[in-house]
Antibody, heavy 117, light 111 residues
């Protein structure tokens, strides 16, 4: 069974750094792209970017380029989304996804990130 | 403003048929890129509902169907049920942005 399990909710202050994770199981982790999707409170889905864990080839949406970093550690089947300096506007639910039949055929349960002073 | 345009809301009575449109442009749907649909039930993660325009993943009832023509796509739901009340999103690839894009989402209310 394909599963994407994300790390737990986080609360940070503006300016702090953060790295959240997504562990894949039940499939060949290195041969499927893994993506990240943002959902701000009460809003729609936004595609952030995607990584191929096999060689770490990474693509970003223009809206998120330079704002976040996507990485992967294929030895532990985990992808990451990180911020170097959080803003209040980064408060959102973040989902990891697997690209299979569609850009997101499987979804993680979501990680809620709250940035507040 | 989303690259793919969906109606903010649609509604229907139990048993009725509703459709949700997804309008794009020549750099995404019109360029031949596939459209996928996701269902997000209240308080849960989105789930793949339809892939590559008209294909249902295993477990999705055949009450759901998808189509694509020109620069638009549609999701149809027949025999509407209370459990269908959710937000629905379309997604495609956009060559101008070199990445995937979502529609703004449509809230389906079952009256």
């Amino acid at each position: 069974e394909v599963q994407l399990v994300q790390s737990g909710a986080e609360v940070r202050k503006p300016g702090e750094s953060l790295k959240i994770s997504c562990k894949g199981s039940g499939y060949s982790f290195t041969t499927y792209w893994t993506g990240w999707v943002r959902q701000m409170p009460g809003k729609g889905l936004e595609w952030m970017g995607i990584i191929y864990p096999g060689d770490s080839d990474t693509r970003y949406s223009p809206s998120f380029q330079g704002q976040v970093t996507i990485s992967a550690d294929k030895s532990i089947s985990t992808t990451y989304l990180q911020w170097s300096s959080l803003k209040a506007s980064d408060t959102a639910m973040y989902y990891c996804t697997r690209r299979g039949n569609s850009d997101a055929d499987y979804w993680g349960q979501g990680t809620l990130v709250t940035v507040s002073s | 403003q989303s690259v793919l345009t969906q109606p903010p809301s649609v509604s229907g009575a139990p048993g009725q048929r509703v459709t949700i449109s997804c309008t794009g442009s020549s750099s995404n749907i019109g360029a031949g890129y596939d459209v996928h649909w996701y269902q997000q039930l209240p308080g849960t993660a989105p789930k793949l509902l339809m892939y590559s325009n008209s294909n249902r993943p295993s477990g999705v009832p055949d009450r759901f169907s998808g189509s694509k023509s020109g620069t638009s796509a549609s999701l149809a739901i027949t025999g509407l049920q209370a459990e269908d009340e959710a937000d629905y999103y379309c997604q495609s690839y956009d060559s101008s942005l070199s990445g995937s894009v979502f529609g703004g989402g449509t809230k389906l209310t079952v009256l």
